[in-house]
């Protein structure tokens, strides 16, 4: 099952860099709100909790800039995912993926979600700054797919609901994925997240900032 929760939109929830592409850019300022978790835990003692950051494994496939890609808690008190990174290629896709493995038992319910901020990859409102291309969100949990997502219809996913285009500013849009899993063997179960940067040479991907978070039920 999966769900997708809308939120607010903020002129300062993910902001692209404002200096050229292919430099570091600094950790966005988050001051959209990201609810937690409000499910309740069954029995808190054996409920697993994610790895901390540093534990998930990171994988890439096709070429990208040195733009930041990682995790950080500066702006927030939940550890979060930063994605600003663009392809460098006219032909293929630029693949980021961060996966960890988590220990489940058969017959409980694990609620997982992702919340998420989107933003457009602009970095002006006119000109040549005015133009971004698309990245997909993949949330899976084990084989189920919890979010799939697109910042643009060009994307292979249900559009990211409320995004505003570049002429329009720098504005964001917050939301939740989430869904929950009843595995019927006790173990580790893979857990990834990954973005897919389209290819572009002039105009930088979209963005993402995101909070993977598990709750027993």
Not at 22 to 32: I, L
Not at 59 to 72: D, E, I, K
Not at 138 to 156: H, I
Request: aromatic share 10%.
């Amino acid at each position: 099952m999966t769900e997708e929760t809308p939120g607010a939109t903020g002129p300062h929830g993910l902001t692209r860099r404002t200096i050229v592409k292919g430099a570091a850019w600094s950790v966005p300022a988050v001051a959209v709100a990201i609810a937690a978790p409000t499910a309740s835990a069954s029995d808190t003692s054996t409920c697993p909790s994610l790895p901390v950051p540093g534990a998930w494994v990171t994988s890439t496939s096709g070429t990208g800039n040195s733009a930041f890609a990682g995790w950080n808690n500066t702006t927030r008190t939940e550890d979060g995912f930063t994605f600003i990174r663009d392809s460098d290629s006219s032909s293929t896709p630029y693949v980021y993926t961060i996966s960890t493995f988590v220990d489940l038992e058969a017959g409980r319910s694990y609620l997982f979600r992702l919340d998420y901020v989107a933003g457009r990859g602009c970095t002006s409102a006119t000109g040549p700054g005015a133009t971004s291309v698309n990245t997909d969100l993949r949330f899976a949990v084990g084989t189920e797919a919890f979010g799939l997502r697109s910042t643009q219809s060009t994307g292979a996913y249900a559009v990211v609901t409320h995004l505003p285009p570049c002429a329009t500013g720098f504005s964001t849009e917050t939301e939740t994925l989430q869904g929950i899993l009843e595995p019927t063997q006790t173990g580790p179960v893979p857990v990834a997240i990954q973005f897919v940067a389209y290819p572009t040479l002039e105009g930088n991907n979209d963005d993402y900032y995101v909070i993977p978070s598990i709750v027993c039920l």
